[in-house]
């Protein structure tokens, strides 16, 4: 089953905007990671925040966690036609599991 | 190589036909996962190998679905008897380090269509 579950399932913003999307899981984490996937391929990893951060940022994302609130947020900044993809958070449990736990997906257009 | 490689990039397999698909791990990388991703849906987590030792198979679906990685560098799953709920994508992913703690690489996937 999937734990995460991402909002909205699809989204679609002109280039130069901001696109935010967010997450939600049910039970503690280690980490939550965030994924892109262009259509027919794979999986390009992002951004990873740890359960004791609160913010990160790498180039244009901005990464956010509310561990009280179990969920998460994904901000592009300035956003470009070739970031259209769809996006995935994942989370880690941790400990001897070590399997990642996929959300559907946000699938994201970038309109020129 | 400098990524996950995948082989064959597309599959189609005739209902009941054995499958088998293969993952070259970026070299070195410890942790090896295969995952099923279905249409419109996020990937499922299928199996993981630390090394040669495949710690957790939970997530194959039924004993038809195998996997190996017996030198702990390519690793292939098999799929056998296939019927066509076995049709998805079949992500590969490896990580430098035990487990995903540091995020993965994934290959570009199999495409399993089962007629």
């Known amino acids: 089953s999937q734990q995460g579950e991402e909002d909205p399932q699809a989204l679609s913003i002109q280039e130069g905007e901001n696109a935010t999307m967010n997450c939600s899981y049910k039970?503690?984490?280690?980490?939550l990671q965030w994924y892109r996937q262009n259509s027919g391929r794979g999986l390009v990893h992002l951004i990873l925040?740890?359960?004791?951060?609160r913010e990160k940022h790498s180039g244009r994302l901005r990464v956010t966690l509310d561990t009280s609130k179990k969920s998460s947020s994904l901000l592009i900044t300035a956003s470009r036609a070739a970031d259209t993809a769809s996006y995935f958070c994942?989370?880690?449990?941790?400990?001897?599991?070590?399997?990642?736990?996929f959300g559907k997906g946000t699938l994201l257009t970038v309109n020129p | 190589g400098a990524g996950v490689s995948q082989s064959p990039r597309y599959k189609v397999a005739k209902r009941g036909q054995d499958v088998a698909l293969r993952c070259d791990p970026i070299?070195?990388?410890?942790?090896l996962f295969w995952y099923q991703q279905a249409l419109g849906q996020g990937p499922e987590f299928l199996t993981y190998?630390?090394?040669?030792?495949?710690?957790?198979k939970s997530g194959l679906p039924s004993d038809r679905f195998f996997a190996e990685r017996p030198e702990g560098s390519v690793s292939t799953l098999k799929i056998q008897r296939t019927q066509q709920e076995d049709s998805a994508v079949y992500l590969c992913?490896?990580?430098?380090?035990?487990?995903?703690?540091?995020?993965?690489?994934f290959g570009s996937g199999t495409r399993l269509t089962v007629v």
């Open positions: 039970t503690s984490i280690n980490n």
């Open positions: 992913a490896s990580s430098l380090v035990r487990g995903g703690s540091y995020g993965y690489t």
């Open positions: 994942a989370t880690d449990y941790g400990g001897s599991n070590y399997k990642l736990t």
């Open positions: 070299s070195g990388h410890v942790s």
């Open positions: 190998f630390q090394n040669e030792a495949q710690l957790d």
């Open positions: 925040i740890r359960s004791n951060e």
